[in-house]
């Protein structure tokens, strides 16, 4: 079963998200960086926010329940070798525009799921449904369900930052 959440947060509040999610999952966390080469490191739970504020090389942060195989060479090899991972794509950011968060898994186990689900649906709570998506190169815009966004990204956005998909060519609207 494959599992997908989309959002818009800042990196300091995916930091405190994940500290949750791991303590609730009972999950390691590893920071991944894809470029130059994949490099995947196990965090300390103290450090962990630190590294996800701080190091804007860090492009994945997994959430893995069992013993972590971090001996790998890709990301998609960490993913085969980490079965029951849940991942955190962070979205990059600066001051004009900040990308989309994806938290993505996939597991064979319904209990696996139901807890990602639990999390999700309690975060979404807590959030901002955003309500448009639109393609700046054609302009065109519609509705979107499902994507969401922190108060505090909305207090951004209201200020002037630009919500952006995985793409430069999409941007959400409040």
Not at 94 to 113: F, N, Q, W, Y
Request: charged residues 25%; neutral net charge; proline residues 2%.
């Amino acid at each position: 079963m494959k599992f997908t959440f989309y959002f818009h947060a800042s990196r300091e509040e995916i930091a405190a998200l994940a500290g949750e999610w791991s303590t609730e999952l009972g999950a390691s966390l590893v920071a991944e960086r894809f470029f130059p080469g994949y490099e995947a490191c196990l965090l300390d739970a103290n450090e962990a926010g630190r590294v996800i504020r701080e190091d804007a090389t860090v492009n994945r942060i997994s959430l893995v329940p069992d013993e972590v195989e971090l001996n790998v060479a890709s990301a998609l090899n960490f993913a085969k070798k980490n079965p029951g991972s849940l991942f955190i794509l962070l979205g990059k950011q600066d001051d004009l525009r900040l990308k989309e968060t994806v938290v993505s898994g996939m597991s064979d186990d319904p209990a696996i799921v139901r807890k990602w689900k639990s999390i999700r649906d309690r975060v979404r709570r807590s959030m901002i449904k955003i309500s448009r998506v639109e393609n700046t190169v054609t302009g065109a815009s519609v509705e979107v369900t499902g994507h969401y966004c922190t108060h505090e990204v909305k207090r951004l956005a209201d200020s002037g930052l630009l919500l952006v998909g995985g793409t430069e060519w999409t941007r959400y609207t409040l």
